[in-house]
């Protein structure tokens, strides 16, 4: 489990709530992450807190998915690299919540291609088919900026950051 703690104290799952405390509605920067490895009390501000092991690396995010009509209206999912399954559940790396319509676990998959540099949107294994733009995803389709994806009763404008015109630089490869 990886916890952080938001700016008023309060610690919570960054798995189930992403960096938005659910007490609060606070957004939280990642460095305040940790995992479960080890225990060692460590001072912060005249009290003894848990520290739960080194702290993870940042995985940058790569693009957005912002909700433009549905329960989560305004809200952005960060999409990271790689794979990013969609779906209702906690486990689910883009969770949304709100709209029953959207299968619980892997109603869609939106996936980053550092090498290639692009996005494609795939259907999930679940019941629930994905739309892009009002077409249904039978096999992998590659996003375009402002494409709009719609699952369940839910419409998502999809905001690519990596691509042609920028990448996150691998620090490994420079050296």
């Known amino acids: 489990m990886s916890l952080i703690r938001c700016t008023n104290g309060h610690m919570f799952s960054s798995r189930r709530h992403r960096n938005v405390c659910p007490y609060c509605n606070v957004m939280v920067e990642q460095e305040s992450k940790f995992n479960k490895q080890s ?9 003894t807190m848990p520290y739960l092991g080194e702290i993870d690396g940042v995985n940058p995010v790569t693009g957005w998915l912002v909700c433009i009509e549905g329960p989560q209206m305004g809200r952005d999912y960060r999409i990271l690299s790689e794979k990013n399954f969609i779906g209702r559940a906690e486990e689910m790396h883009i969770r949304i919540i709100g709209d029953n319509t959207i299968s619980a676990r892997n109603h869609a998959v939106i996936v980053y291609d550092p090498k290639k540099r692009n996005f494609f949107l795939l259907p999930g294994d ?45 620090n490994q490869s420079e050296e």
């Open 39 to 47: 225990f060692v009390g460590v001072e912060e501000d005249d009290k």
């Open 126 to 170: 679940a019941s629930g088919l994905a739309y892009l733009n009002n077409e249904a995803v039978y096999t992998p389709t590659e996003l375009a900026a402002y494409d709009v994806i719609q699952l369940g009763s839910s419409m998502f404008l999809f905001i690519p950051l990596c691509g042609v015109h920028f990448e996150w630089e691998n």
